[in-house]
Each structure stands twice: as structure tokens, then as C-alpha cells.
């Protein structure tokens, strides 16, 4: 079903080449095939020797003075980047604005919906992208009512780095489970005067990441299978509970209640916790030379669904250039650009074959699991009013594993007003 449901988001994505080409009169649009100057617009560059600002370099070495690529950053923060691309969006589609236009932009996975409805991405021709490189999930999260809006730049799937030496001291297996995971955090976490586990428990983005993988683990979900809110059903409220018990019980430090990725990445580095979920960016980071766990971390996932992360690259409608726009983005989307991104930057890759790579698969053994957990990722859910929805999740979540409220409560009181804001039923 997968596959067929893919080869049919391929032919329709072919299509966008015909409503790439024409303005909103219908009339041919003499941007689509001009070259010139671009800006590309992506989060802040955290990478080890500037990855990114390297690639951006690579272009515009060979490309000559009339197609240069400027790099602009953005917030590390998920909600103001996107804040800062909506503003973007609508200002410059203002009569008579000036506003400098973002040709390319980085689009997180969960904002591609909502911007391609918005109108502040270009349709695009998958076979311009040779888009069958790709993988199938993170092509499926770009394409939008049978529409291709972006191009899979960056994949990634939820990745549970664990300190081997503790486990084979133990002569034990990587857990497999929440259950499993949860009953060695509490057991060997207090035997080595350590945390058991860390992930993103802050108010942000990384906390609707972090509850929902909880939730699939316990069987439940955000919308049940006949689309109507199903945050309060007992597999959901489960999976919160399991979080709430780890902070009430200690094998959760509280302080995680404040921890966003590199916060996270940092206590588990400095050797303070047994288990770390995290993205693929942490692992060259947790081994780098002078890393006090280098050498000492395991990589795993759990039988359960990971949330879909990553970012797609796109095209604004605003752009004057957009055949160097598409040609940019066929760069940074090339297997040698890919490579290149993972091997120093620690973004996992968006094209196939470079998962069944045998020289990346022997340097990196992590290769294989977080190709599984991509494959077998999930979107949060598929809306354009997903920031709303991320937002309630966020803000009584939060309050709940924080002790100020229980959890049951909070989930029932959260589907209800999910209920009355999304008109869900």
C-alpha cells in the first residue's frame, strides 16, 4: 500500500511542472527559467566546522559571480524560524513591498502542509529532482494534496543513544521497548549515581516530538483512525503517564523539564545519563575527539514509531531566479553534498542509496538503525493548523509533567478544547 500510494505521489508530482510555469493569471511566468542571485534561508549553522556555510561556499566557487548563493540564518528556536518565514512570506507579498524574497527556503517537516496551503511555496516537478532518490516517507510529507511543494533535504528519525560500556558491563541488550528502557533507567541509572534517561521536555516543539513517540508506544495517537481527536483515549493518556512516572519516580531528572536538544545532548555527553533521545546531529558530536562518552555510546531505537523530522527545501513563489533556485536545490540534495552533510555535519541523509553505502555503513554502524527509524516514522499530524495544535499540546503537557496539574485531567481537558478550537468533533 505504501509503495503504491508513493509511485501515485510521484506521477502527481510531475504535474507541478505545469503550475510551476504559470503565474496566478495562468499566463507564462519568465521567472521560473531565469538565473541570477538567490538567498537561502535555514536555521543557524550549529555544525561542527560551519557544514552548511561549507556547501553554500562549494556553490558558489563553481558557479561564477552571477548565481551566488547568500546564506541567511535563522533562529535556533523552531517557533521563531518558522515565525520569521511567515513574516517573510506575507510581507513581501504585500503590493509595492521591498521586502527582500527568500528563494530557497528550509522548511521543517511540519510545517510543509501549512505553508503549501498558505501559498508561500512554489509547486514543483519531482522529475526535475529525480524525486524516486528519496526516501518514500519524507516524499509523502512533501507532497500536499497531490501537489510536490518541496524536495527532502534533510531526513530524520529518533535515535536512542545509550552508554554501551554500562550495558555490556551488565551483559545487556539495547532495550526494545518503552517498558524496557524505563525499568533499566531506574535500575542501573541509580546503581552508577546517574540519570536514567534525557530528551526534550521543555515548552517547545521538541516536547509534542517527545509526548507523541510516548503515545505511539503506548498504542494511542493525536486523531484516531475516523479523524477525530483522540488525545484523551487511554492509550494516549499511557504514554504521558510513563513520562510523568519517570520525573516523579527520578529516572527522569526533573531538570529535563527545561532541556531542548542541545541541553539534552549536553548532560547526556558530560556522562550525567544512561539513555538520550536525540536526532542523528548528536552522534558525531557525542564522539568527537575529547568527548567524555566518545567511544562509549551505543545507538538504538525502540520497536515503536519515531516522530518524522527533517527539512525540505523549496521555492518561495517570490523568486526571480528560480532556475538557479532548483538548481541549488539539486546540489544540496546530490549524493556528494548528502554525504558530505552527514559525514561532518551529522544530518541524515534524505537519498536512499546512501544508506545501503558499504564504506558509510562501516564508519558510521548507526547507519542502519536510523534508517529504520525514518522508514518508520510517522508525521505528528498532517494540518495546516499543526502550530495550534503543537501549541495546546505544548502548554498543558508541559503544566502536567511539571506537577502543576495531573495528567488524565489535562488530557481530557486538552482534547476538549482541541475539540472547540479545530472543529473536530
Same mark, same amino acid.
Given at each position: ?64 559571480? %552571477? ?228 567511544? %562509549? ?82 508525521? !505528528?499530524? !498532517? ?43
Amino acid at each position: 500500500m505504501i509503495r503504491l500510494r508513493y509511485a501515485v505521489l510521484a506521477l502527481a508530482a510531475t504535474a507541478g511542472l505545469v503550475a510551476s510555469c504559470l503565474d496566478s493569471t495562468g499566463q507564462t511566468d519568465d521567472r521560473v527559467d531565469a538565473r541570477g542571485p538567490i538567498t537561502f534561508v535555514d536555521g543557524r549553522d550549529n555544525t561542527r566546522g560551519s557544514q552548511i556555510k561549507q556547501m553554500v561556499e562549494r556553490w558558489n566557487n563553481g558557479r561564477g559571480f %552571477k548565481e551566488q548563493v547568500t546564506f541567511v540564518e535563522q533562529s535556533p528556536a523552531s517557533d521563531a524560524h518558522r515565525a520569521s518565514l511567515v513574516a517573510a512570506a506575507e510581507d513581501v507579498a504585500l503590493p509595492g513591498s521591498r521586502s527582500r524574497c527568500n528563494d530557497v527556503i528550509m522548511v521543517d517537516t511540519v510545517w510543509t502542509a501549512e505553508f503549501a496551503r498558505a501559498g508561500y511555496l512554489r509547486p514543483l516537478n519531482g522529475a526535475e529532482f529525480g524525486i524516486n532518490r528519496f526516501i518514500e516517507s519524507a516524499v509523502v510529507n512533501a507532497t500536499v494534496d497531490g501537489t510536490l511543494y518541496a524536495i527532502p533535504a534533510r531526513s530524520d528519525g529518533g535515535l536512542i543513544y545509550y552508554r554501551k560500556d554500562i550495558l555490556d558491563a551488565e551483559h545487556l541488550p539495547p532495550p526494545n521497548t518503552w517498558a524496557e528502557l524505563a525499568g533499566m533507567a531506574k535500575r542501573l541509572g541509580r546503581a552508577h549515581g546517574i540519570g536514567g534517561y534525557v530528551g526534550q521536555l521543555a515548552r517547545y516543539e521538541g516536547l509534542t516530538v517527545n509526548a507523541m513517540e510516548a503515545i505511539w508506544a503506548a498504542g494511542g495517537n493525536l486523531v484516531g483512525s475516523d479523524g477525530r481527536i483522540a488525545i484523551d483515549s487511554p492509550q494516549a493518556k499511557a504514554g504521558v503517564r510513563t513520562l510523568a512516572a519517570g520525573l516523579s519516580e527520578g529516572w527522569i531528572p526533573r531538570e529535563t523539564t527545561g532541556f531542548a536538544e542541545e541541553e539534552s545532548r549536553r548532560y547526556f555527553q558530560e556522562g550525567k545519563a544512561l539513555f538520550l533521545r536525540n536526532w542523528s546531529y548528536a552522534y558525531p558530536l557525542l564522539n568527537a575527539p575529547g568527548s567524555p562518552v566518545a567511544g %562509549k555510546v551505543g545507538v538504538t531505537w525502540l520497536s515503536s514509531p519515531s516522530a518524522l523530522g527533517g527539512w525540505n527545501a523549496a521555492i518561495s513563489p517570490c523568486s526571480r531566479h528560480q532556475r538557479t533556485a532548483r538548481d541549488f536545490i539539486r546540489f544540496l540534495t546530490s549524493e556528494d553534498e548528502q554525504r558530505a552533510l552527514f559525514t561532518e555535519g551529522g544530518f541524515a541523509p534524505s537519498v536512499k542509496s546512501l544508506y545501503q553505502d558499504p564504506m558509510l555503513l562501516s564508519q558510521y554502524p548507526h547507519l542502519g538503525v536510523l534508517y529504520g527509524s525514518i522508514r518508520g516514522a510517522l508525521d !505528528r499530524v !498532517r494540518t495546516p493548523d499543526y502550530d495550534r495544535v503543537s501549541d495546546m499540546m505544548q502548554e498543558s503537557l508541559h503544566r502536567a509533567l511539571d506537577r502543576v496539574v495531573a495528567v488524565d485531567p489535562t488530557m481530557d481537558g486538552l482534547a476538549e478544547e482541541m475539540r472547540s478550537t479545530l472543529h473536530s468533533g
